[in-house]
């Protein structure tokens, strides 16, 4: 696992990050076998490689088990959202300090689903990645715009205005990390052209501090992640489905192999 600190002394080369968002999927057993299989792909790759920070982010109910799983092989775990206060009368919340407690290292915010299902504002979100800090968690700050937007031409507009109300103004490469997915893309099997994805990750890093790792998600999977990892502008992936599959998930983790 790589610490807060390592992490910020890598920043001038942006040490590549595949991040797995298992969402709402599993049982125990379910989670005990695939990290149990991502641990021994880990232990089994060469010297040198996966050649990015791998990550996963598994339900809450999980995190014990697969962090248990998970231990001394080198890949992170991450919580998929967390409240804003430290503790407190919020039933059914779990807060920064508790995915620490558990060994996260990060955490998934503003996802577009906690948007849409869970009626998350930009100002809750920016609230939430001060927690993140808090607790000595990285954020991964999740963007994107719907297909309406995109077909009226305010793709980069609305993305602008969501980095624009959720960054706090302490951010750092080392603490924060932005994910692009267009929420068409998420669970339909569609990705962003190329050129898309090019111009979006350049936008967001105008805008966002220095330094930061851009990930792209959205129907990432083992056909499509060569095309999508080795773009100048992206950092790595917030891979949801493919995630769920060891198989899939290290051949896209090993993308960076060669790098
Ligand atoms: P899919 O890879 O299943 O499209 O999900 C992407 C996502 O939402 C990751 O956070």
């Not at 014990?64 to 959202?81: M, Y």
């Not at 052209?193 to 979006?200: F, K, L, Q, V």
Request: glycine residues 12%; aromatic residues 4%; hydrophobic residues 40%.
């Amino acid at each position: 696992m790589i610490g807060t600190g390592q992490r910020g002394r890598n920043m001038a080369i942006r040490t590549k990050l595949v991040a797995g968002n298992w969402k709402m999927n599993g049982l125990r057993q379910d989670g005990a076998m695939l990290a149990h299989t991502l641990k021994e792909y880990a232990a089994a790759a060469a010297p040198g490689t996966p050649g990015c920070e791998v990550l996963v982010c598994p339900p809450a109910t999980l995190l014990s088990e697969v962090g248990g799983v998970l231990v001394g092989s080198g890949i992170a775990l991450g919580g998929q959202d967390c409240h804003a206060a430290p503790k407190g009368a919020y039933t059914g919340d779990i807060s920064a300090e508790m995915l620490a407690d558990l060994g996260c290292s990060y955490v998934i915010l503003g996802h577009s689903e906690r948007r849409q299902h869970h009626g998350e504002t930009d100002t809750a979100i920016r609230d939430k990645i001060a927690a993140a800090w808090r607790a000595g968690l990285a954020a991964i700050l999740c963007v994107g715009e719907t297909q309406e937007q995109r077909q009226a031409g305010k793709a980069v507009e609305i993305v602008s205005s969501q980095l624009d109300g959720s960054i706090p103004h302490a951010a750092s490469a080392a603490t924060l990390v932005i994910a692009y997915e267009p929420v068409w893309a998420i669970g339909t099997g569609l990705t962003a052209t190329t050129e898309d994805i090019s111009e979006m990750h350049a936008e967001i890093r105008r805008r966002a501090p220095a330094g930061i790792r851009i990930l792209y998600g959205g129907s990432v999977n083992p056909r499509n992640c060569p095309a999508i990892l080795t773009l100048s502008e992206v950092d790595g992936a917030l891979v949801g489905g493919a995630s769920l599959n060891a198989n899939d998930f290290w051949t896209i983790v090993s993308s960076y192999a060669a790098k």
